[in-house]
């Protein structure tokens, strides 16, 4: 048994059930959970993200069992900051202002 948790994401879980059904898997949604049997399921949740056209989204193995699909997050998103020309990440706004110098910039 494999445990595919769609992190939430109801509508996910239930188009990913319907889609393994097709495949002729046994498979069935808890909230946002996908339960199936034991498949090769990195490779078919791959196919699953591909013909959805879901490239944002990224699969982890958490275990043998259980699997996460969920929305890569951005560094962004999380609060931080990412100077624009090396990527370096810092927390906070003043920072990126004393990193950026140290790529020559004044100001
Ligand atoms: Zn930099």
């Known amino acids: 048994m494999k445990v595919i948790d769609c992190a939430f994401d109801g509508k996910i879980a239930q188009e990913l059930e319907n889609y393994l059904k097709e495949l002729g898997f046994s498979a069935k949604t808890e909230e946002s959970k996908v339960i199936v049997n034991d498949i090769d399921m990195e490779r078919i949740l791959g ?10 989204y990224s699969v982890r193995k958490v275990d043998s069992t259980n699997f996460i699909l969920a929305k890569e997050v951005m560094i962004e998103d999380l609060g931080f900051q990412r100077c624009e020309m090396c990527g370096y990440v810092v927390l906070t706004e003043e920072e990126l202002l004393v990193h950026r110098r140290t790529h020559g910039i004044a100001r």
């Open 47 to 56: 196919y699953f993200l591909k013909e959805t056209n879901r490239t944002e």
